[in-house]
């Protein structure tokens, strides 16, 4: 039954006729005119929507009547236009698909039924590695190897490509999946035949990265969430949520001299964090827009999950049209996306409506000044001006505990200071290369510099400006430092044209900065291996080393995990800090070097003008550049179109250690169990806060000695074949290992340790955390994990959910949750709880060794209480916020985990209530 508010209106735009949905018939209901755009763009969803059973008038009126000043409440549902994936995250979503496939066979339904019913686009560009740098060939030898690294991954993508509708790969080698996302993909407005009418609606996606939000620059609303999430949206599942919190973002002024769009975001990044908007919008408005151009927006709205929004959106205006133009969009489709959101209210200029929000917070650019963001978090923002004595407080907290202790020991959590004898007492290890000087390597010295990511490299402006320093320094006679292990991993191939047609590129890999992959690279760990003589220097002199990355994350053991402290920084200044070779340097007072002449050199010799910058910007970059390089984006070489595939409804699972059948369905029953209460739990893993979703499912190197890496081993695989955590999420035995098996991690279970440590309760032995897990799944006993504040945090990794789940974690309890991460835990049927305002597990005296019980829930229910058994102590209780926020959630946990309940309703097997 149909919403009494769903009514259509025609638009005709060059004389075709679209059919929209309009809010004329809210009038009498809300101010829709001064809704935030984002809410327009939910709202209009509703509407279009309204003829299903998960939208109702009481849906469409909450929002449509939106109160800035409450807390939300209301769910509402929201279906996305199509769905974008990343091949890290994708292929667990696709190898999802395809059990599901098998799973549905198994109760009796169709296996066809499982197939996307929406577009979906996945882009390979997590999977090439930095093996080979600072050569001509970097990039052939790069890609050769990750062909034969990834080849099984790779068939079974070009399997899901034949196999599954609505379904396109962008092929290896391509780009960034999110530039590739804001320079081809994105669509500004949809249309879609039905019923004998062309709808026209806003583009909106979600994605399987956090990083999806780059889009929001563009107008198009789009967040981060788990596979799992997203394989139920493919599956035509609505994703719900509550009615957010919308922030506005007031920008005036516009960048100084020398400022550049990374600056910008790392200080918006410290303003929102240190403000708080973890579950909420974010709305940037106001006259500084008018100075931003489409890409430092987008460089903004792609740090959204380190501020903690769900998403960072800037309006439609004409500046978006000056972008799709210029990225080689129709004539067509832009006077479509200006026609549209004319007409729908959603357009930006001088004259629009200032929307009302939750909370306004403000911002001058001018104010904006060169910086670092570290050495381990995103939020660390660092002036340039301080970087040095900023690096000399971490350098001396290190130091105190390697001379109090003799070991690493904790440093980034232990204050400390050393004497100045003390400091020069630690010195470098002398390296020799062949017939070349030897150089000493020290503390603090840059071992990794490279200009990597979505959020910089979709910018002209921050890579031309690369360019430039690195034309101005060759000239001067500078090198790169001799330990640096230089790259440049730009996100399209448009990248690379611009700066090969003005001489940019030459000037790069003079300075050693060659083109090694178009992917994440460094930024999503990577890296590669450092030099042997390098890595066997920093093991020698147990050296804190450094990395300087153009990235947007730098947590704890991501980068590599044999440099400890590692650094955000516009693309210009990891030139810089090449040249430097050490984070223990003042920009401001101290040279680079000298040149031919012995004269000095500075930063400011170097850097280049805004105007410099933008002259060559405006001649270098054009449409014809974007329109060729995309014209066969699905196309592929030579090799990824030979790869076998087989021609199969349903996924044969051959033999293999990079994608085998996971056992998430093993033993479905066609309905859902009753909820059932948990029953003599102990704790797997008790943890501090800001854990991030690479200490719980690690994307980097697969150790040797790990579970995972000893699992390989068994399987036949040498270890310099092991590729990557992330390459590898197709297999869950692989995964499962891997679960808090980040080198960083420091379970408070196993005190004075780092890495996958736990003590199994059971016979107080210290073991590995995924061998304790084992010993208590074959003991029937089930487990918890205790936590700190904002548990969870950074990328949007389903592993993180699935690998406790596989482990047998059946409940969370945390001080917070990172937005994407408590969804992702109720997916997988986990259960997340939160400490009672002000309690925490120290406060309530909880060491980890108690055994826990938790009553059975109900739907609705906002609060349980857990009992707390100790062997030497009376029992005790505290009472802890259920975090299952919709009822949908609560549907999804009481059937097991989402991607259950999709399949029981697919199958027509869920009981009334599922």
Not at 416 to 428: K, P, R
Not at 633 to 651: C, F, H, M, P
């Amino acid at each position: 039954m149909s919403t009494r508010y769903r009514k259509q209106q025609n638009l005709t735009v060059n004389d075709t006729d679209y059919t929209i949905f309009p809010f004329a018939s809210l009038e009498a209901v809300g101010d829709t005119a001064t809704l935030p755009y984002s809410l327009k763009l939910l709202l209009e969803n509703l509407l279009r929507h309204g003829d299903e059973d998960y939208v109702s008038d009481g849906d469409i009126e909450a929002l449509a009547n939106w109160d800035p000043a409450a807390a939300p409440s209301q769910e509402i549902a929201f279906v996305p236009a199509r769905v974008l994936l990343q091949d890290f995250t994708g292929v667990p979503a696709i190898v999802d698909l395809a059990v599901m496939r098998d799973a549905m066979v198994e109760l009796g339904g169709e296996p066809g039924k499982i197939n996307p019913l929406s577009p979906v686009e996945l882009v390979i560009d997590h999977s090439v590695m930095v093996d080979y740098f600072g050569t001509e060939d970097s990039l052939a030898r790069n890609t050769e190897v990750e062909i034969e690294r990834n080849l099984e991954r790779y068939q079974f993508l070009r399997w899901g490509q034949e196999a599954f509708d609505n379904f396109k790969v962008v092929p290896p080698g391509t780009g960034i999946v999110h530039q590739v996302n804001l320079e081809f993909l994105a669509r500004g407005v949809f249309t879609l035949e039905q019923d004998g009418k062309r709808l026209a609606y806003p583009d909106t996606l979600v994605g399987t990265d956090s990083h999806t939000t780059m889009i929001n620059g563009l107008g198009v609303l789009g967040w981060g969430v788990g596979g799992i999430e997203a394989e139920a949206a493919m599956l035509g599942q609505p994703v719900t949520m509550l009615i957010p919190e919308v922030v506005g973002f007031r920008l005036s002024g516009q960048l100084p001299e020398g400022a550049t769009a990374t600056d910008l975001v790392l200080t918006v990044t410290e303003q929102l964090r240190s403000y708080g908007v973890v579950g909420k919008f974010v709305e940037f408005f106001g006259p500084g827009l008018a100075h931003l151009s489409l890409a430092d927006r987008a460089t903004i709205a792609n740090m959204a999950p380190e501020y903690g929004a769900t998403c960072g959106i800037f309006p439609v205006d004409a500046e978006t049209i000056n972008y799709l133009r210029l990225t080689g969009r129709s004539e067509e489709q832009l006077a479509l996306v200006e026609a549209y959101t004319k007409t729908m209210g959603m357009w930006h200029d001088a004259d629009s409506v200032e929307a009302r929000y939750s909370a306004t917070l403000e911002l001058d650019l001018a104010q904006v000044v060169p910086c670092i963001a570290g050495p381990k978090r995103p939020q660390d923002r660092v002036p340039l001006t301080e970087s040095k004595a900023d690096f000399t407080k971490v350098l001396g907290e290190f130091q105190e505990l390697i001379l109090v202790s003799g070991e690493e020991g904790d440093w980034e959590e232990e204050g400390g200071t050393v004497t100045e004898e003390e400091t020069t007492a630690l010195t470098g290890v002398t390296i020799k290369r062949g017939s070349s000087e030897p150089f000493q390597l020290q503390h603090g010295a840059v071992v990794i510099a490279a200009i990597t990511s979505c959020t910089n490299t979709s910018n002209p402006a921050v890579l031309v400006a690369a360019g430039l320093v690195a034309r101005k320094a060759r000239e001067r006679g500078l090198k790169a430092k001799p330990w640096v292990k230089t790259s440049l991993a730009p996100g399209s191939k448009v990248v690379t044209e611009y700066l090969e047609k003005t001489g940019l590129m030459e000037d790069l890999e003079a300075l050693g900065f060659y083109l090694v992959g178009y992917g994440c690279t460094t930024c999503i760990g990577n890296s590669g291996p450092l030099p042997e003589d390098i890595a066997a220097a920093i093991h020698k002199g147990n050296l804190l080393v450094t990395s300087v990355l153009s990235g947007n994350r730098n947590f704890e053991g991501r980068i590599h995990q044999d440099v400890r402290a590692n650094y955000l920084a516009s693309p210009p200044l990891v030139v810089a800090y090449a040249l430097a070779g050490s984070m223990g340097i003042d920009f401001y007072r101290e040279p680079l070097g000298e040149d031919a002449d012995g004269k000095p050199v500075t930063l400011a010799d170097l850097w280049p003008s805004n105007a410099e910058i933008s002259e060559i910007v405006a001649s270098a970059v054009n449409a014809d550049m974007f329109r060729s390089k995309y014209a066969d984006v699905y196309s592929g070489n030579e090799t990824w179109n030979e790869l076998l595939v087989a021609d199969s409804e349903r996924y044969p699972w051959p033999e293999s250690t990079y994608v085998r059948k996971p056992t998430f369905f093993e033993g479905m029953t066609p309905q859902a169990p009753a909820v059932t209460g948990i029953e003599g739990a102990r704790c797997l893993v008790k943890v501090g806060d800001s854990v991030t979703t690479d200490h719980i499912s690690p994307a980097g190197a697969i150790a040797v000695d790990s579970p995972a890496g000893q699992y390989l081993q068994e399987q036949g695989v040498a270890s310099e074949d092991f590729n990557s955590y992330g390459s590898r999420r197709g297999n869950h035995e692989v995964m499962m290992r891997g679960t808090f098996a980040n080198i960083r991690l420091r379970n408070q279970l196993a005190p004075g340790t780092e890495g996958s440590w736990t003590t199994y309760f059971l016979d107080e032995s210290t073991t590995s955390i995924f061998d304790a897990a084992e010993c208590y799944r074959r003991k029937g006993v089930p487990l918890v994990v205790l936590a700190g504040k904002e548990y969870g945090t950074g990328s949007s990794r389903d592993w993180a959910a699935k690998g406790p789940s596989l482990l047998g974690v059946r409940a969370v309890i945390a001080e917070s949750f990172e937005r994407i991460h408590r969804s992702n835990l109720v997916g997988m049927g986990i259960l997340p709880l939160q400490y009672s305002e002000g309690d925490t597990a120290e406060s309530l005296g909880l060491e980890g060794d108690e055994t826990f019980a938790i009553p059975a829930i109900e739907p609705g229910q906002q609060k349980v209480t857990v009992t707390v058994s100790r062997s030497d102590a009376d029992e005790q209780s505290f009472e802890a916020r259920i975090r299952i926020d919709t009822p949908n959630e609560f549907s999804y946990y009481r059937h097991g985990g989402i991607l259950h309940y999709v399949l029981r309703r697919l199958a027509g097997t869920a009981d009334s209530e599922g």
